[in-house]
């Protein structure tokens, strides 16, 4: 089995309200503890926030960030394991973030 990473890229517009949250975490739950079922879930991951920090090139210059447009934002990831890119991409498939509009990129994580 190889390592993959899920990031989650939200639908342009606002965030989630508490109770559109409260309404969707039952569904990410069910979804990840399939994934941890079948074999597929190595880290279940963490939300990120919606600021940061840049630093770039040899002076280290520290701007903020981390996204220039709202299509960058990434709302969290999740480390998963399966035999290839297809399958990886398969098991994204599942993800509740489609249902709103949202996507996934799939990444591999290349061996070191």
């Not at 899920?6 to 039952?26: D, S």
């Not at 890119?85 to 498939?93: G, P, T």
Request: hydrophobic share 40%; net charge neutral; with cysteine.
């Amino acid at each position: 089995m190889n390592a993959f990473l899920f990031l989650y890229h939200p639908p342009e517009g606002p965030p989630l309200t508490r109770q559109q949250m409260a309404e969707v975490m039952p569904v990410w739950m069910a979804w990840m503890k399939s994934l941890d079922e079948r074999g597929h879930l190595r880290h279940a991951g963490n939300p990120l926030a919606r600021s940061g920090k840049i630093v770039r090139g040899k002076p280290q210059t520290v701007t903020d960030g981390p996204f220039a447009e709202a299509k960058d934002v990434i709302n969290g990831y999740t480390l998963i394991q399966a035999s290839d890119l297809a399958q990886a991409a398969e098991l994204a498939k599942g993800c509740p973030m489609l249902d709103g509009g949202g996507s996934v990129e799939v990444r591999s994580i290349a061996p070191m």
